[in-house]
């Protein structure tokens, strides 16, 4: 599985950005997909998951209400619609995928096999 991130870039405080990730390869093999995001000298912490069978999703606490992960099936990617961003939401973001990933590993990143190669989201104050 190959996973393609784009649309990330420079909003204002209270501005708005789509996050787009395109999966291509063994997609079929795919149970979920997710984003995480890494700051300057932070560790990578978990953004959001969507689960393909069922459509769950989750969030991390501080971007709930803000933030939405969705899916496209017929294009085969996931989408992250980030709202009324903050400066803390400053960070490369990236999509990841697993094909066998069990809800209690949902938030951590080292159980995703698939990654892609992360996209820069800076909110300016």
């Known amino acids: 599985v190959q996973l393609q991130a784009s649309g990330g870039g420079l909003v204002q405080a209270g501005g708005s950005l789509r996050l787009s990730c395109a999966a291509s390869?063994?997609?079929?093999?795919?149970?979920?997909m997710a984003w995480f995001r890494q700051a300057p000298g932070k560790e990578r912490e978990f953004v959001a998951a969507?689960?393909?069978?069922?459509?769950?999703?989750y969030y991390t606490d501080s971007v709930k209400g803000r933030f939405a992960i969705s899916r496209d099936n017929a294009k085969n990617t996931v989408y992250l619609q980030m709202n009324s961003l903050k400066p803390e939401d400053t960070a490369v973001y990236y999509c990841a995928a697993d094909p066998s990933i069990i809800r209690s590993e949902t938030y951590n990143p080292g159980s995703y096999d698939y990654w892609g190669q992360g996209t820069q989201v800076t909110v300016s104050s």
């Open positions: 969507l689960y393909w069978r069922g459509g769950s999703t």
């Open positions: 390869g063994r997609t079929f093999s795919i149970s979920a």
